[in-house]
């Protein structure tokens, strides 16, 4: 099963171009499902061991691959021992692999390309010593080592024409190759040639994640320093560097370097501003902590697109430019950013503060910013771009000076945190506030009952009280530099949180609390199923397997109305939301969707009929499906509703539609599409004509080959 779901990726990996939605889908999915699945990853190692090195499958194999380490790379930054076991089952096969003599050096070198950059640990067996690079590339007595490193450069310089960003990316590519004293002596080297564009590259290095390759272009430059010099300019950047770096033998001697520079005449060289600030868009942070920023910058008729990302406790986790070839190539970029991530536009005052306080955050763990930002702060103009600590408490006594918070009643402070309720209708990324690490799996699984866990997890969240109070300070200090309506009720929920409130009053923290729950039963095996609901709803959704819920009782007749009474929803509406679900050009993962489900039901559901609610939006959904293989199925389904019944189902449907608007792109929907989801749309209050329902039966079915295509 293993080895065909590899070929079947592979083939169809094959079949699309570089960085199309539908290549990306398949690696997603692809890499989560090795995470589920470790000896899925230990088959992929083999198959690319018994590959050869140039065939067209070894390179989507090493895409995949690549996806599987940021599956677990990102296991590992939410605390889920899951990634640690996937490593360990790659590590694994790479050792089988050395034992039946695979693992040559051509091979470790494809290996050791995809697991650099992704912050994680190197495996013993793809090791390299300086004696197995220079056997592998010198004739004995031929040349030295560092005639070797004279001919990369040179061939290095010929390929990229001296463009430093292309430049810096194929040494990126080359030094992981090399064994660690390697990289440092190639690094140090590089600060020694001649080339002005040489000395740029080293101040890169500079904020590299590897503390020795730091230490070297710190070398390098106090080498360079004594012997060429150094530009005004590059002086500049090294003092504004200097705060960015950890405390460590690095920075000394980056401060010993400035101090030599001004001994010998060196000043730093303003540079003068061509660049402007034109647009700035960020989302909110996600659950696990990420935000994502876009800035939109201009220089006559010149435009980039800068790209951050950020992450608690981590700090500038990357950050690069785009050239932008003219405003309208921008504007397209930006649209398209705005979409993915759910990201608003804001004030460029925002920008500064906002980053520098992020540095702050990533020097608390010794970790440098991202090295991107160093060209990022240099056309924005930034060059003030210090780190500030900000503790939580400091941010939310701020925001009640601001604000006017602290001039609130009581009454009207309650009516702000109460309006959280509100939020993931406008903020999508909500969705995934939920606490997934391994110790809340862990806590979850020792219950006894459904309410045992209830009252665990709420035990657990007031234990997290300063992670979620800061998602929602720094939210609402985004929200406020948007003029957004919600600026303030974040900021007094993240008040609230912070000075103390009971939990329970806070309908965000319910949420969070549902959407954890939910989580962690989508992990949990059914032993009706055999599955897990997570993994049972993939199937259901992607038409898989031939019978998706064999072993549960039918729905009695108005069972699910009756799980629905005070709810405000129905059957017809839930039957209208799982279409939508399935329609969706773009997957929506099933925790989402459900998540969001569980969110309007679990406060009038009565804890033991929760399962029983599952499997009956699972049997729904296996029907939904049924409808679009066979139009008559569909056309005798919504004749037998009235009314009242149509409109709830198209009220169902559009609630998903807009509440997953990612996930149904423009670019992916024609002109009959974007006309039945304003019919849809339209009938929330009314009913569809008998020629409306067969027009809406064919486009569904129309709309589901669609989406088995790609």
């Not at 590899?6 to 999915?29: F, H, K, P, T």
């Not at 013993?124 to 080592?145: C, F, H, Q, W, Y």
């Not at 920023?293 to 980039?304: F, H, M, T, V, Y």
Request: with cysteine; charged share 25%.
């Amino acid at each position: 099963m293993a080895q065909e779901q590899i070929v079947a990726a592979v083939m169809a990996l094959s079949s699309l171009e570089r960085g199309s939605e539908g290549r990306r889908q398949i690696l997603d999915r692809l890499g989560y499902a090795m995470l589920q699945q470790p000896a899925l990853g230990a088959e992929l190692v083999a198959r690319m061991l018994a590959s050869p090195l140039e065939a067209q499958e070894t390179e989507e194999m090493a895409d995949l691959l690549g996806w599987a380490l940021e599956s677990a790379r990102m296991a590992r930054e939410n605390e889920q021992t899951r990634g640690d076991v996937l490593l360990s089952a790659l590590e694994k096969a790479l050792e089988q692999g050395e034992r039946r003599g695979q693992l040559d050096y051509g091979q470790r070198l494809l290996f050791r390309s995809v697991w650099a950059g992704r912050e994680l640990p190197l495996p013993r067996v793809l090791e390299l010593t300086e004696e197995d690079v220079t056997e592998e590339l010198l004739e004995p007595g031929n040349l030295s080592a560092e005639a070797l490193i004279e001919q990369l450069f040179s061939e290095l310089e010929e390929e990229t024409g001296g463009d430093i960003e292309l430049l810096q990316e194929a040494l990126n590519q080359t030094l992981p190759s090399m064994p660690q004293d390697m990289r440092r002596f190639v690094v140090a080297s590089t600060l020694q040639r001649s080339n002005p564009v040489y000395e740029r590259l080293g101040i890169f290095w500079l904020l590299d994640l590897d503390p020795a390759l730091r230490l070297a272009a710190a070398e390098g430059l106090a080498a360079r320093l004594r012997g060429r010099g150094l530009t005004g300019e590059t002086t500049a950047v090294l003092a504004l560097l200097r705060s960015w770096l950890p405390e460590e033998a690095a920075r000394a001697l980056l401060d010993q370097i400035l101090r030599d520079a001004l001994r010998a005449g060196l000043s730093p060289a303003e540079e003068g501003r061509s660049w402007q600030i034109r647009r700035v868009m960020a989302s909110l942070p996600d659950g696990a902590g990420a935000q994502s920023i876009a800035i939109a910058l201009s220089s006559g008729p010149r435009r980039k697109l800068a790209m951050v990302l950020l992450k608690q406790q981590q700090g500038v986790k990357e950050a690069f430019v785009l050239p932008r070839a003219s405003s309208r190539d921008q504007k397209q970029l930006l649209s398209q950013f705005e979409v993915e991530t759910g990201a608003i536009e804001v004030s460029p005052a925002w920008l500064e503060p906002r980053l520098a306080m992020a540095i702050g955050e990533g020097l608390e763990t010794g970790r440098p910013p991202a090295a991107g930002l160093i060209e990022i702060a240099r056309l924005c103009g930034f060059e003030n771009l210090h780190p500030q600590g900000r503790a939580t408490g400091e941010m939310v006594e701020e925001m009640l000076a601001l604000s006017g918070l602290s001039s609130l009643s009581s009454a009207e402070r309650r009516r702000l945190i109460a309006s959280s309720r509100q939020w993931p209708r406008r903020h999508g990324i909500l969705q995934s506030w939920f606490e997934q690490s391994d110790a809340v799996q862990d806590l979850l699984n020792q219950g006894q009952s459904f309410k045992a866990n209830e009252a665990e997890l709420w035990r657990w969240l007031d234990s997290r009280r300063p992670y979620w109070a800061r998602l929602m300070a720094l939210s609402a200090q985004l929200l406020e530099a948007a003029e957004h309506v919600d600026a303030l009720a974040f900021a007094a929920t993240a008040a609230a949180l912070h000075e103390g409130k009971s939990l329970k009053s806070i309908p965000i923290m319910q949420q969070i609390h549902e959407q954890t729950i939910m989580a962690w039963l989508a992990e949990q095996p059914n032993p009706e199923l055999g599955d897990t609901f997570a993994e049972d709803s993939e199937e259901m959704l992607d038409g898989d397997s031939e019978e998706i819920v064999p072993q549960f009782l039918p729905e009695g007749r108005g069972e699910l109305d009756r799980l629905l009474r005070g709810t405000g929803l129905s059957s017809d509406w839930i039957d209208g939301y799982l279409m939508a679900v399935i329609l969706a050009p773009r997957r929506i993962a099933p925790q989402r969707w459900v998540s969001e489900l569980l969110e309007q039901i679990v406060p009038q559901l009565a804890p033991e009929s929760l399962e029983r609610f599952l499997e009956l939006v699972a049997f729904r959904a296996n029907g939904a499906q049924e409808e679009t293989d066979d139009p008559s199925l569909f056309d005798a389904a919504m004749a037998r509703r009235d009314k009242k019944a149509m409109s709830a189902w198209a009220a169902g449907f559009s609630y998903n539609q807009q509440s997953h608007r990612a996930n149904w792109p423009r670019s992916a929907l024609a002109n009959d599409d974007r006309a039945m989801l304003r019919l849809i749309s339209d009938r929330q209050e009314g009913s569809f004509t008998q020629e409306e329902q067969r027009l809406l039966g064919q486009w569904i079915a129309a709309r589901r080959t669609k989406n088995l295509q790609h």
